[in-house]
């Protein structure tokens, strides 16, 4: 079984630049979630999808970010326009149902670098 | 609001010590915790977890032990190997319809020396 895939895993942009994250998740899993951790800091929920429907975006830090999951399968998340504190590591997950019974899967993150 | 404070690092240890992470947690109602760990290159894993006060997550050697009275969730392993070398998160997860939502310490980088 495929894990969670992320591409880029590393993109180095110009503040002000658009840059799109890409999250397959694994075949099957309704709920897609993405975190984000900032340089020395905590990893922190960003938002949560139930098959293409936005159940939870309580963690997006604005306006310029915005995420979509067309169909339910994949999911992108673009920043636009950049910051220089939109820097970090963004990870995705997924799960086959909700609650704590059933683990979150994670991806291997995309390195984002606003410079 | 939950969070999470776990041990700062780095950490380095030698092949067969001893390995305490600290993990500490303030949440409402009685969520689950966790330990994530990742490897260089590769996604976060879930390592152990616990779901209720006196619950001992174990796996790969590793245990926790869900301590409600002292609010902690501290990492152990009797005697870590090379390949153990890794971050290490402590997590929890929400309370009710929000237990989904995993809050995470800042990570514990491990290292390991033969």
């Known amino acids: 079984e495929a894990g969670v895939t992320q591409f880029p895993s590393h993109s180095v942009i110009e503040k002000g630049q658009t840059v799109t994250l890409r999250c397959d998740p694994i075949?099957?899993?309704?709920?897609l979630y993405w975190y984000r951790r900032v340089m020395g800091k905590e990893i922190k929920f960003l938002l949560h999808?139930?098959?293409?429907?936005?159940?939870?975006e309580s963690g997006m830090p604005n306006n310029r970010f915005l995420a979509e999951r067309t169909g339910g399968t994949y999911s992108t998340l673009k920043v636009q326009p950049a910051e220089l504190e939109d820097s970090g590591v963004y990870f995705c997950?997924?799960?086959?149902?909700?609650?704590?019974?059933?683990?979150?899967?994670f991806g291997p993150g995309t390195r984002l670098t606003v410079t | 609001g939950n969070s999470v404070t776990q041990m700062e690092g780095p950490v380095t240890l030698s092949e067969e010590a001893f390995l305490t992470i600290n993990c500490t947690y303030t949440?409402?109602?009685?969520?689950?915790l966790f330990w994530y760990v990742q490897y260089p290159g590769e996604g976060l894993q879930l390592l152990l977890k616990?779901?209720?006060?006196?619950d001992k997550g174990s796996n790969k050697g590793f245990e926790a032990t869900y301590r409600k009275e002292t609010t902690s969730f501290h990492l152990e392993k009797g005697s870590v190997q090379v390949s153990d070398s890794a971050v290490y998160f402590c997590?929890?997860?929400?309370?009710?319809?929000?237990?989904?939502?995993?809050?995470f310490g800042k990570g514990t980088l491990l290292t390991v020396n033969p």
């Open positions: 997950a997924s799960s086959q149902n909700l609650g704590t019974a059933y683990e979150q899967y």
């Open positions: 075949s099957g899993h309704d709920n």
């Open positions: 616990a779901t209720k006060a006196d």
């Open positions: 949440a409402t109602g009685y969520p689950s």
């Open positions: 997590a929890l997860g929400g309370s009710g319809g929000s237990n989904y939502k995993l809050t």
């Open positions: 999808f139930v098959k293409e429907s936005k159940q939870d």
